[in-house]
Each structure stands twice: as structure tokens, then as C-alpha cells.
């Protein structure tokens, strides 16, 4: 029940100092990005996995948190090894080519590469979220690190399709409209019955190819069979407006039968 009368309470460290266990043999050192992984403090780093997709379900388990405050190496048991961590806002390295973070992105989120190094995207969810561009100049990346900028949720749609026999083979492109403005992300086929000759599926908007984004089916390939594939990262063609028409082509003839599922996916 809740309370009837005051009572005297236990206030935290307060103005965003945390004191965290390191998590066994994580090598913390003072400056660097601090996360959360299973609730002990390790080194921020992106994802890790055989897969994009074992990369995104490893970052989805991750919060930054702040920056050490001291070096610290934990033992061999998770939280054995006491490390102070600091909120705020920090100077971190910039990434380069086009993940360099510029002044048009303060104000927008920014990601991890590793505990020092912030990137202007998430490599298609597979860097934890950092925090907030605060500024950005010659020396680097002003980033605001709290718990609940890392904690708030990306958003994603994910737009689902089946492509018959009939369609692959005549080829028939798959019509959608957008219904979110956003930049495209993914796209991903199972191969629902097996294919005798294979191809390629790409993603248009409107009539303009999707830049680096096709998965391609080998001939012969089993029923179950998954194929993913991201677009160039950053690049101008992967925007999409709500109400855009979005295509998924065939870019030539499965020919001797075969059907896909599978989705597409847009961030917003």
C-alpha cells in the first residue's frame, strides 16, 4: 500500500554519479564510454556475433551508462570490482567517412564503436545507442550520456511480403506503400518452396533503385533458406516519405518454380 505518513528515505550518489560492479576480466579504463551488459559495467563496444542478426540481439542487451572515472580491471567474478561511472556530457572521438558525426546531426542520437569512438548511425542496429550530439568541432564529439537516452526504444516497421511462383517467374515487382517517412534498413526473404534457378531481389522507391541493397537466391536453394541485406549506409536513396510507393523487384526470372516471404524493414 502506498504511503500514510513521511518517512525517511536513501538518496543515491546524485547529479548522475553511479557506482556499478565491472564485470568479470572486463578491461575498464578512465575516459572510456561505460555499458551495461547483464547489469554489470564493461567497455562500450558494438555488437558481436556470426550474424547481423547475432550482433542485434547482443546491442539490444546493452545500455551506455556514462564514463569510467577511474581504470579498473574486474576479477574473476561479476561485480566483484567496484567502478565509479559518470552521466553527462563528454567529448568522445568522431567516427570517419560517412559516419563522421557534423554539426547537421546535433541534436540527433549517435552510436557506438568503441568506448572512445561515436558514429553518426547504428551500422543497421548493430552499434548500441551512445546519447544526444551535443556539439562537434575539430576535437571531437560532444555526447550526452544518460540512462534514458540509451534506454529509449528505436523505432522500426517492418513491412511483410510473399512473392508466388507466378510473380517470380514473370517477374512481377511487389507494390507497397510507405507508411511511415524514415530510410529503409533491411531486407530480408525465406525461401517458402524451393528454387530451381535463382536471382536477385532489390528494393525501388518510386522507380530509383534502393543503393546496396539486393539479396540474391542461388540456384537451388532450400526451402528455409534466409537472405538478408543492408543498403549503402547513409546514402540518399534509402529515404523514403509516408505515401511513397515502394517496389520489391525481381530483377530477372526465377525461372522452374520457387515462392519467397519475407520483410522489409524501414527505421523512423
Not at 546493452?62 to 564514463?67: D, E, H
Request: aromatic share 6%.
Amino acid at each position: 500500500m502506498g504511503l500514510t505518513t513521511g518517512k525517511k528515505t536513501v538518496q543515491g550518489t546524485g547529479r548522475g554519479l553511479l557506482s556499478l560492479g565491472a564485470k568479470a576480466a572486463a578491461a575498464l579504463f578512465q575516459g572510456g564510454m561505460v555499458m551495461l551488459a547483464s547489469g554489470y559495467a564493461t567497455p562500450a563496444a558494438a555488437g558481436t556475433g556470426g550474424s547481423d542478426f547475432a550482433k542485434i540481439g547482443a546491442v539490444s542487451l546493452f545500455r551506455l551508462i556514462g564514463v569510467a572515472q577511474a581504470s579498473v580491471t574486474g576479477s574473476g567474478v561479476d561485480g566483484a570490482i567496484p567502478i565509479d561511472v559518470q552521466q553527462g556530457d563528454w567529448l568522445c572521438k568522431n567516427s570517419a567517412g560517412v559516419d563522421a558525426i557534423t554539426v547537421a546531426n546535433v541534436g540527433h542520437y549517435c552510436f557506438v564503436v568503441d568506448d572512445e569512438t561515436v558514429a553518426k548511425t547504428s551500422n543497421f542496429r548493430t552499434r548500441p545507442r551512445a546519447g544526444v550530439v551535443i556539439a562537434v568541432d575539430s576535437t571531437g564529439v560532444m555526447v550526452r550520456i544518460l540512462p534514458e537516452i540509451a534506454a529509449s526504444a528505436e523505432r522500426y516497421i517492418y513491412l511483410p511480403f510473399a512473392i508466388n511462383a507466378t510473380d517470380l517467374a514473370a517477374p512481377t515487382s511487389q507494390e507497397f506503400v510507405s507508411p511511415v517517412s524514415g530510410s529503409i534498413s533491411r531486407l530480408t526473404g525465406i525461401v517458402q518452396t524451393a528454387i530451381v534457378t535463382g536471382g536477385d531481389l532489390t528494393v525501388n522507391l518510386d522507380v530509383t533503385a534502393v543503393a546496396g541493397l539486393t539479396c540474391t537466391f542461388a540456384d537451388a536453394a532450400a526451402k528455409g533458406t534466409i537472405v538478408t541485406d543492408t543498403p549503402t549506409a547513409g546514402d540518399a536513396t534509402t529515404i523514403v516519405a509516408a505515401g511513397q510507393r515502394i517496389q520489391i523487384v525481381s530483377s530477372a526470372p526465377f525461372n522452374g518454380g520457387g515462392a519467397i516471404n519475407g520483410i522489409l524493414e524501414i527505421a523512423y
